[in-house]
């Protein structure tokens, strides 16, 4: 998904738009969730981006995103733009160490 939702638009409450964006974005994660895993593969990552605009996106994590977006909207925002690519990855195995030093626990 690449898309700049707008948070102020003529005739539609400012908080709505913000709950509606926010579900968008969760409702895109789920969707992509749910699609068949290539062989080799553990589960979907996201490749995310955030900005105002896309010209001035930056990485972020996916579990930062809706922070990102109520950041935007207390700072009284009009738009932002969010980027975000699902991929298929690999899940890597703890180093022995900090597996070891878990189990202690």
């Known amino acids: 998904m690449k898309k700049t939702?707008?948070?102020t638009v003529e005739g539609k409450?400012?908080?709505?738009?913000l709950d509606a964006t926010?579900?968008?974005i969760r409702k895109y994660v789920k969707r992509e969730r749910r699609r068949e895993l290539p062989a080799g593969a553990d589960y979907w990552d996201f490749d995310c981006r955030f900005g105002a605009t896309e010209a001035a996106a930056q990485p972020a994590?996916?579990?930062t995103l809706i922070g990102l977006v109520d950041g935007v909207a207390t700072e009284g925002g009009a738009q932002f733009y969010i980027e975000m690519l699902a991929r298929p990855a690999q899940r890597k195995g703890?180093?022995?160490?900090t597996a070891k030093s878990?189990?202690?626990?």
């Open 22 to 24: 926010k579900n968008e």
């Open 61 to 63: 994590h996916l579990s």
């Open 5 to 7: 939702f707008q948070l």
């Open 13 to 17: 409450n400012r908080d709505r738009l």
């Open 94 to 97: 703890r180093p022995a160490e």
């Open 102 to 105: 878990a189990g202690e626990i």
